[in-house]
């Protein structure tokens, strides 16, 4: 493995640590949904919602499919604003609680969506005496934007269809990714008619001001912060690839360089959706993490070879232009109080840690890294973390071999032991530590569980999956 001064430097060359974002930023974010949701619900009963309920059964059923609409449209426009990676958002919630909410919230309203239509149909159709086949067709051909609802109605569709964990385990993440972004296609043309034919819309000038400002909120989020800034960020700092440093079996780093790196706004930690300018493919976007510290003029990332796009990585040249997106997540050093830190790794997982090694402002002895892979030979950036053990202290613990048992985060050699115990024996002074956890899903679900077994605060446990 080769190593430089680059990925290893003799001492933290970050900025002074940033302050976490404050905690009234969540619940702020939260009270904001709730508020968009009863002021919808308000705004129905501003407009004879309850009265029409309480009618003849076409009002009432016609009243109930205004109310799912109303609900539908205002949780797919809070959805899109989940992911469209407003700085602010990001830092309050993280990634991973982003997507999770996001996935809540997309398959609530396609629920809602479908609701609406079922009942604004048998509603319509119950007050013109006609069959429900015939109101639907009637609808869907005369009614002004419906056309262009059934087409977005139809984009949201394929998106909730792809977003199933059935569909998902198929998928590649850079395929569902592309499809994933005709929400965005469906949510502009499903959307549109309410503004043209929806009783809530053109019979009263606040519901009017309320979703004239939410739409505006959801695309100029989406312009600024997933076309604006993402272009602006390419343009300065124009990055290509220095070098490819293979680091093991299946495992390639790669080395960029670029203009202003030390303005881009990168902390230890983080990832970007990359795209390489290689040829054919180079538009499905791959997450990967930073595996060294930013702050050094060079970035480098380290990617596993898992098939698909990954594999193209091992084959990049010298010179080849990429594109980024980012940075994205909270797995950074914000949250470090200072004193005893412990980095529980395992896998690929180990990348951002040693990235976190490298920027966080620890006296030697405090930091530990506890490293789990399934052989000798899966151990990347032993030489790196090596230096890292004599220049700055770091006591280095490896656990290989395969798994104990079932859920657990340990080695077979550790099966004597529970997970708690085991991580109380590897580091005593866990509960007084600050821990970072990565690796795959159910190995950090494990290994947090023990960690708080062992005494360490939730709140200084520190962990974001790549969620999708």
């Not at 009270?31 to 029409?52: F, H, K, M, Y």
Request: hydrophobic letters at 50%; aromatic letters at 10%.
């Amino acid at each position: 493995m080769t190593t430089t001064s680059i990925a290893r430097p003799a001492a933290p060359a970050a900025p002074a640590a940033a302050r976490p974002a404050p905690r009234w930023w969540a619940d702020a974010g939260g009270a904001v949904a709730w508020v968009s949701l009863l002021a919808v619900t308000a705004l129905w009963v501003a407009n004879r919602g309850l009265q029409d309920a309480a009618g003849s059964w076409p009002d009432a059923t016609t009243s109930l499919g205004r109310l799912t609409g109303l609900l539908a449209s205002d949780l797919l426009l809070l959805q899109v604003l989940l992911m469209a990676r407003v700085p602010l958002m990001e830092r309050a919630f993280g990634q991973d609680r982003l997507a999770r909410w996001h996935r809540w919230t997309g398959f609530t309203s396609f629920h809602l969506m479908v609701a609406h239509i079922v009942l604004i149909t048998i509603g319509y159709a119950g007050a013109a005496h006609v069959d429900v086949p015939g109101e639907l067709w009637d609808l869907v051909v005369d009614y002004p934007g419906m056309l262009l609802a059934t087409a977005g109605t139809a984009a949201l569709v394929m998106v909730v269809v792809t977003s199933m964990k059935r569909a998902r385990r198929r998928l590649r993440y850079e395929s569902w990714h592309l499809l994933h972004l005709y929400a965005y296609l469906g949510v502009g043309l499903a959307l549109p008619h309410q503004i043209w034919t929806g009783t809530d819309f053109v019979n009263s000038p606040w519901s009017r001001a309320y979703w004239w400002t939410l739409y505006a909120a959801a695309a100029g989020a989406v312009i600024v912060y997933r076309l604006g800034v993402p272009a602006g960020r390419n343009w300065r700092h124009r990055l290509v690839v220095d070098r490819i440093v293979p680091e093991g079996p299946g495992l390639t780093s790669v080395y960029l360089r670029g203009r202003d790196l030390d303005r881009l706004p990168a902390r230890a930690g983080q990832f970007f959706q990359w795209r390489f300018l290689d040829g054919p493919g180079w538009s499905r976007a791959h997450p990967y993490s930073l595996s060294a510290t930013p702050h050094t003029g060079v970035l480098r990332i380290t990617v596993k070879d898992l098939g698909d796009g990954s594999a193209r990585v091992a084959s990049l040249r010298p010179g080849t232009r990429a594109l980024i997106e980012g940075p994205y997540g909270k797995l950074t050093g914000e949250h470090y109080r200072g004193g005893p830190v412990v980095m529980l790794a395992c896998g690929i997982g180990v990348t951002p840690l040693l990235a976190l090694l490298g920027e966080l402002r620890y006296a030697p002895g405090q930091a530990t890294l506890v490293y789990r892979a399934r052989s000798e030979a899966e151990v990347a950036f032993r030489d790196e973390i090596d230096w890292l053990a004599r220049q700055r202290g770091v006591r280095v613990v490896y656990l290989t071999g395969p798994r104990a048992r079932e859920a657990s985060w340990l080695p077979a050699s550790a099966a004597a032991w529970t997970d708690a115990q085991a991580l109380r024996r590897l580091v005593p002074h866990i509960a007084a530590a600050d821990v970072y956890l990565c690796g795959p899903d159910a190995w950090t679900a494990a290994a947090s569980a023990a960690a708080r077994a062992a005494g360490a605060s939730p709140e200084h446990i520190h962990t974001e999956q790549f969620a999708w």
